[in-house]
């Protein structure tokens, strides 16, 4: 059974909040990973390719920095098999491009612009995720 943690998801979303806001408001652009990581692999300019080393540079630095702090790592176990785990990695991916979007791009931007594409992508994939979680905890068994 996963854990319900109501302040340490409130102080998550609300940094993920801020830091959507803040790549909308500074550089008019949204803050959705798979878009920054394919503006990445592929920059269209050398300024467009340094804010986005630096926000995904600034995702890996954070957690180091908050066990630096307090001395501690959360605990958590992946109980997959790492071949289910690459299928699945794929399978996103898939789903990504289809989508032109992933889940922070739609859910967390997309919708505060309370865009219509954004509302169904993300309906869309919380099914999926709702499935997909009741099959492998209930039918399959993992």
């Given at each position: 059974m996963?854990?319900f943690?109501?302040?340490p998801?409130?102080?998550?979303g609300?940094?993920i909040?801020?830091?959507?806001?803040?790549?909308?408001?500074?550089l008019?652009?949204?803050?959705?990973l798979?878009?920054?990581?394919?503006?990445?692999?592929?920059?269209?300019?050398?300024?467009?390719?340094t804010w986005?080393?630096a926000?995904?540079?600034?995702m890996?630095?954070?957690?180091?920095?908050?066990?630096?702090?307090?001395?501690?790592?959360?605990?958590?176990?992946?109980?997959?098999?790492?071949r289910?785990?690459?299928?699945?990695?794929?399978?996103?991916?898939?789903?990504?491009?289809?989508?032109?979007?992933?889940?922070?791009?739609?859910?967390?931007c997309?919708?505060?612009?309370?865009?219509?594409?954004?509302?169904?992508?993300?309906a869309?994939?919380?099914?999926?995720?709702i499935i997909?979680?009741?099959?492998?905890?209930?039918?399959?068994?993992?």
């Amino acid at each position: 059974m996963t854990e319900f943690t109501p302040f340490p998801a409130l102080v998550g979303g609300t940094l993920i909040g801020i830091g959507a806001v803040m790549t909308m408001l500074f550089l008019g652009r949204i803050a959705g990973l798979s878009g920054m990581i394919s503006g990445v692999l592929s920059p269209t300019s050398a300024e467009d390719w340094t804010w986005r080393v630096a926000f995904l540079v600034g995702m890996i630095a954070a957690p180091i920095l908050i066990i630096a702090v307090t001395g501690t790592t959360p605990d958590f176990a992946i109980a997959q098999d790492t071949r289910l785990l690459a299928l699945g990695g794929v399978l996103v991916g898939i789903g990504v491009t289809f989508g032109s979007g992933c889940a922070s791009g739609h859910g967390i931007c997309g919708l505060a612009r309370l865009s219509p594409r954004s509302l169904v992508a993300t309906a869309v994939f919380m099914t999926t995720a709702i499935i997909t979680v009741f099959v492998s905890r209930h039918i399959i068994g993992a």
